[in-house]
């Protein structure tokens, strides 16, 4: 198996919304949504969630693996250009089981976080409810390089 093709198998239980070249996959259970993002990139990925269309708002979770060792950051969207770690804005991270690597060219990470909102950079996620989602990627690692490609869609949880 090469390592596209490791990359790009569907998790079994979840479902899954592809846009551009980036693989989002996401299940429900106990209350949490269980997500897996991939992305053809040695650098950060990052996927969002809003419940309206547009940057400003989005509780955003950005992921990178350098040397092996995973970052991952629950962050929120100020505005266009401007997101900062949720821990900086004075609430709690609320990212559990927490795993990511980078092999073949390409990064994956993967997270929980609870459907309900407990802080006010977080969304409350309703199951069968349209949700925008955020994805995107970059070359680099550092959370404050731009992305290389992003894109937003609608999916229903």
Known sequence: MNGHQLETEIAVGYETARAIDMLFQWQITDGRLHCKLTAPTEGWVAVGFNPQKGLAGTNLIMGCVENGILTLEDRFIVKPGLHK?????????????????????????????????????????????????????????????????????????
Request: glycine share 6%.
């Open 85 to 157: 770690s949720k821990l900086e804005l004075g609430s709690p991270d609320n990212l559990d089981d927490k795993a990511g690597w980078e092999a073949f060219g390409m990064t994956s990470i993967s997270f929980t976080i609870p459907l309900e909102a407990s802080d006010p950079y977080s969304h409350s996620l309703k199951p069968g409810q349209l949700c925008h989602i955020l994805l995107a990627y970059s070359l680099e690692d550092n959370f404050l390089h731009h992305s290389l490609r992003r894109t937003s869609l609608g999916i229903i949880l």
